[in-house]
């Protein structure tokens, strides 16, 4: 793992503007970002604020209009397997089982059979699906989905996971405990994390920073260091004074639009 | 690995795991009861049938005992012992042989057809006009036309039938590949799956149950079709004989031929489904 000055990830200058019927749309301006290897960034903000958008550029899926997006210092031109990316709705192949799913980078990647075999069934171990391991997505509830999602860019060997609001569509329960098991593999694999939601909470459970975006255009606001030891308590004093000063951030800027 | 995530195998499964067989299913009537079900209406439609055409001196229409004894005779012989008796066979294998193979024709073209016309917007936008005007015109109208290109006799029929077949495996194929969920582009590129490695690995099995789809409405087209296309003057099959009875007045023999048509189509349907429920299993529409 690279260490030092050397950021994993850069945006520079990142700007992206599109045409809705006619009319132009500005949905990031200026966005300045440098990710750090191993590190932890969560996006926060409301709808509209371009933290998909951020999110999407740096996977590839589109361009910026204006700036630069940089990878290890080159330019990102496109989708690429060292960028994995968990979305909000899964987006597995219904077609392939547990394992094949979590086998279908490597293995379109050329990767020989044994190989794979054996990196989907520690990647499988790995997220605890062993028992589902044959089974197809229909028949997973959202978090188990949402496992195989997160195995699967890890089996590709990305370095850098982008995961756009991963456990949005989940109840409570499922999604403190997938909370749980992502900081655990994270702080095991020494990943790099960037993690968009709109949960307060979340963010300051996760990030080692949060990155406040807010719309109309969508930019990067505020930057929240998060200094609060791992494990974190979600009841303890501190927790909640950084959730206040987040939440009166996030509000000011609402309120702001509104007016 | 040792470090496994106990937490998660530990999680209560609330996955939904593919549907067990119904608690009573073992008992006798309960097995039964849908084929029970099946048969009540077609059964007053005999009797209907049968008070309305027994005993009457000129029905135009024989009642249903009539049409029984025909079709032993026509199967097995031994009742009226004429040109029609103990013929079934020859005339099924010679439909089945037409249906299946105009049906082979029209997969072979409209599959691969299909699948460019739904990725690439060049070919789409050449080919779909035409084909949307083409379509609507009947197998029917086609018969004429067909006679001369392809004379009289098996050609004209092989090409009646794939041309009804070949309109709904087209249409389900092309909608099938253009409404992949994008996502899952977006997935596969991301794991390193792109260009046209993805027309294998993401296009073909995403469309695959629109196009089963497409191949079971296009079976059942080519049976719809059978008799049209055995008017080309082909001897034998299932239309031509019922087209030969017609002319001689033989009722029963042309009743005959629809019921086996229907029981041939259904049965063919079945087989499809069957096999479609196998290869299609991680469907929630089709498991």
Redesign the interface.
Known sequence: MREGANPILALRGVSKQFELQGERIEALRDANLRVRPGEFVCLIGASGCGKSTLLRIV???ETATRGQALMWDRPIT????E???V?Q?Y???????VRANIG??PS??GRPAQEVKETVE?FI????????AD???????G??KQ?VAIA??LA?EAEIVLMDEPFGALDAMTRE?LQ??LL??WQ?TRLTVLFVTHSIEEAIFLGDRIMVMSPGPGRIDTEFPVDLPRPRDVVAADFNDLRRELSLKLHSDHARKAA | ?S???????A?PV?????EAAPISSSSLFSRLRNPLLAVIFPGAMVIVWHLATYGQKYSLIPPPSDVALALWDLAFGGINDDAYSKTLHIHLLASLSRVYGGFAIALSVALPLGLLIGRIALIRRVLDPTLQVLRPIPVTAWLPLAMIMFGLGPRSAFFLVCLGAFYPILINTIFGVRTV?Q??F?????????GT?QFF??VL??S?PAIFTGLRLGLGFAWVVIVVGEMTGVQTGLGAIIMEARQLSRTEIVICGMVVIGVAGFISDRIVVVLGKRLL????SF?
């Not at chain 1, 171990?125 to 589902?132: A, I, N």
């Not at chain 2, 977006?186 to 792109?194: D, H, I, K, R, W």
């Open positions: 996977a590839g899926f496109g989708p690429g397997p960028r994995g990316m979305f709705d987006g597995l192949f219904p077609w392939l089982t279908f980078g379109a990647r520690r171990t790995m997220v605890g699906l062993q028992r589902f089974a197809y997505p229909h028949q997973l509830s978090g188990m496992r699967r860019v590709n405990r749980d098991e655990e593999i095991r | 690995m470090l496994t995530l106990e937490t998660a195998s999680a609330t996955a939904a795991l593919p969920d996502r899952l977006e997935a596969a590129s991301m794991l390193g799956c792109q490695a690995r993401v099995p995403a695959l299993r991680w469907s929630p498991a």
